[in-house]
């Protein structure tokens, strides 16, 4: 501000219909190029060599298909990524997980956020280090190992419940502090127990924070393959571990005409919650860093 | 827990008028029992603690997939990883990711967010495009890439269209610039996120403020590099400190494009520790992992004081 004595001839004179005109026809050209160049010949080069017959998959090129064939491979790589099994095993270990971690990690929100002490203090920070420290993924298969739970959904489950568990403990018990304590006075003056408090009144209020924290998850556990390898790997099918196997197999070795076939059809799940909830989803992701 | 409540439930069944006058004592106690932390507790306690705990005692061992009995030998896992320079090499090629990262993610969801931060249709639907990558598995985005950056795939073929003679770069085979590649793979499929949390940032900063300074006569620049990146700080904190601890833990991208390789030269803490895992080196994978978490912590302390003074004000 200070250079503005400087300035004045470019800026003052311009009466400010001419100068939207030009950049209103720059900028949504600026905007389409840029999706184009950074987003169109990524996702040309996934749907153009998905449907090439082998021969011309090799070099994956940004060239058309000489014949389309995209149904034939996707059911090629559907029946040998063994992908029906893998979308179900994706399922398995995410779904439960995010229930025990939504419930469970609630529960220790009400009462980190409601009661104070140092010892509380200390825990909260220990239960929502996880955020940012890394799993310990090595040990981690030696402590399953010791349970029994190696290689089996129970075990993943756990492993990922230990990871977000942080993440939920972080959101909800922010929120729960904007939550006037008065409504779950009058509840209990009326006699009802702290477990009715917390199900009937905090838990139903939960709901948009929850909901924040259940696309992060979802999102985190449905792509996740680096933990998966190490606690499932060879032993349950999920969408990424498959897609891992199917690219690095030397059976398909080069096969980019399956490769991204399998990427398509694994993507298209997330595509379709992602058109219908976009809004939604878009808000949570970002909700807990503007907040 | 039964205990504690017991004395409290007494005295308030008999006297309910002096209930009011003793709330202040009851609600710490009573209203939000401590049992309802437990189960959380406990599974922290069996899934991240124990693990973790775990991880300061065995990368001292010689526990491997080759025997059965495991010892302790004390440093010799880090001085083995130290003398063939696995370790510092690694622990190099990670920061040095997680920093060219945390640029190119930052640096593209600037840009992008004041391109596209007029409410018009086609910003509306091009943000929206580029939310696309962030919700794709980051392991199929390595293999998009992977076939992009082959001296055969799409860029090259693109280039050789628009510049004259064939160009037939090898995206993924330069022991020096490779990192930087897979880098901006790497920001390419997060910088959506980061590009609406710029938005969001952007949308706070009033409009009273801005034309204010359009008035005084401040340039484009100047209304940018002196007023919105200021008022952006928030939002530049949030995104460089998750991009940087984020790719500190990074693996997909990396493994499916370039395996740590050519030479080496990209190999991740996570890859390395992947790697001996899969030979049966479990104690080494160990070392590297604890190492991985020793340093995670290190930056992770200024982070957490940080996210704990923002959960506050919320």
């Not at chain 1, 009400?110 to 955020?131: D, E, K, M, N, Q």
């Not at chain 2, 490779?178 to 910088?191: D, N, P, R």
């Not at chain 2, 990396?254 to 001996?276: K, S, W």
Request: glycine share 8%; net charge positive.
């Amino acid at each position: 501000m200070s250079a503005a004595p400087v300035l004045p001839v470019t800026a003052a004179p311009r009466p400010p219909a001419p100068r939207r005109s030009p950049r209103g026809l720059v900028q949504p050209i600026a905007a389409v190029t840029s999706v184009v160049v950074l987003l169109g010949v990524p996702f040309w080069l996934i749907i153009a060599t998905a449907s090439k017959p082998h021969a011309e998959a090799l070099d994956p090129d940004l060239s058309p298909p000489s014949h389309w064939q995209l149904l034939h491979n996707v059911s090629t790589v559907v029946e040998d990524g063994r992908m029906l099994k893998a979308f179900f095993g994706s399922l398995l270990v995410m779904v439960p997980s995010v229930a025990i971690v939504l419930v469970l990690g609630s529960m220790a929100s009400w009462v980190l956020a409601r009661r104070t002490s140092r010892l509380l203090a200390a825990v909260y920070a220990i239960a929502i280090s996880g955020i940012v420290l890394p799993p310990a993924v090595v040990t981690i298969v030696l402590l399953l190992r010791q349970l029994g739970l190696a290689g089996t959904p129970v075990g993943m489950v756990g492993v990922y419940c230990g990871m977000y568990l942080s993440t939920v403990i972080f959101f909800v018990t922010g929120f729960v502090r904007t939550i006037p304590v008065e409504l779950e006075e009058a509840a209990r003056v009326d006699g009802a127990s702290p477990v009715r408090v917390f199900f009937q009144i905090v838990f139903p209020l939960l709901r948009p924070v929850l909901a924040t924290a259940t696309i992060l998850i979802c999102l985190y556990i449905w792509n996740d393959v680096f933990y998966a390898l190490f606690v499932i790997g060879g032993r349950l099918d999920t969408l990424p571990l498959n897609l891992y196997q199917v690219a690095s197999s030397g059976l398909y070795l080069q096969n980019w005409e399956l490769i991204f076939s399998y990427i398509l059809v694994m993507s298209l799940p997330l595509l379709i919650v992602f058109a219908v909830a976009q809004r939604r989803i878009i808000s949570g992701v970002t909700g807990g860093a503007v907040k | 827990m039964t205990t504690m409540l017991e004395p409290h439930r007494a005295p308030q069944e008999e006297l309910a008028p002096s209930r009011a006058g003793a709330r202040p004592g009851r609600r710490s106690s009573s209203d939000h029992p401590l049992w309802f932390l437990l189960p959380a507790l406990a599974i922290l306690a069996v899934f991240f603690i124990a693990p973790t705990v775990f991880n300061f005692v065995y990368a001292f061992t010689d526990w491997s997939s080759f025997k059965s009995e495991i010892g302790f030998v004390g440093l010799e896992n880090f001085r083995d990883l130290a003398s063939s320079g696995t370790l510092l090499a690694d622990l190099r090629i990670t920061v040095v990711y997680a920093i060219l990262v945390a640029i190119f993610q930052n640096l593209f969801g600037l840009l992008l967010a004041l391109l596209l931060e007029r409410d018009t249709r086609v910003n509306r639907m091009a943000r929206v495009a580029f939310f696309v990558p962030v919700i794709m598995s980051a392991l199929a985005v390595g293999y998009v890439f992977q076939a992009l950056l082959e001296p055969d795939g799409g860029l090259n073929a693109m280039l050789s269209f628009l510049l004259p003679g064939q160009v037939d770069v090898a995206w993924l085979g330069s022991t020096r610039w490779t990192i930087v590649v897979v880098a901006l793979v790497h920001a390419w499929k997060w910088m959506g996120l980061s590009m609406l949390i710029y938005l969001a940032g952007l949308k706070t900063i009033s409009d009273d403020v801005l034309e204010a300074a359009r008035l005084d006569g401040a340039s484009g620049w100047q209304l940018f590099r002196q007023v919105k990146l200021p008022l952006l700080a928030p939002a530049v904190t949030f995104n460089v400190a998750t991009a940087l601890l984020g790719s500190m833990n990074g693996f997909d991208v990396v493994q499916a494009t370039t395996e740590g390789g050519p030479g080496g030269t990209t190999e991740l803490l996570n890859i390395f520790i992947f790697r001996t895992f899969g030979q049966g080196l479990f104690a080494q994978a160990t070392a590297m992992s604890l190492t991985l978490f020793l340093v995670v912590a290190l930056l992770a302390f200024p982070v957490i004081a940080g996210l704990r003074r923002r959960e506050r004000v919320l």
